[in-house]
């Protein structure tokens, strides 16, 4: 993770920058904002945020290397975004535990399932 700070970018500004790092890569399932070609308007005064742990984009097969975030309007506090490394957090989980999380598997998927209380009883 790399910070930018006091950085003057719009919309515009923020691709241009991606597209010097790779190819940009759009969500899936959510619409860019008008007029680009992955910006999203995530906008906490309207409710938009994602307020709960969340990756960005990892349920597809060939996801982005990463993820650029632009603040626009920054609070004087909360409305932090913390960041997680997974790999650093294996390997310091004690070798029991590394041992059975290797014999686990998950199906990582954007899909919401719904089960309900018929469901349970087939």
């Known amino acids: 993770m790399v910070f930018f700070r006091d950085q003057d970018l719009d919309e515009a500004g923020q691709e241009a920058f991606g597209r010097r ?29 994602a307020s709960s742990w969340h990756t960005d984009v ?9 993820s650029i975030l632009r603040a626009v309007t920054l609070p004087p506090y909360g409305g932090d975004t913390l960041w997680a490394n997974t790999a650093a957090a294996y390997a310091d989980l004690p070798e029991p535990l590394r041992d059975l999380a290797d014999k686990l598997w998950a199906l990582h998927s954007n899909v919401c399932l719904l089960y309900t209380s018929d469901a349970a009883d087939e």
């Open 58 to 66: 990892t349920f597809v097969p060939a996801y982005p290397a990463l």
């Open 21 to 49: 790092l790779g190819d940009l890569v759009a969500h899936p399932t959510v619409p860019s904002l008008a007029g680009t070609a992955g910006v999203l308007d995530i906008d906490g005064s309207r409710g938009e945020r």
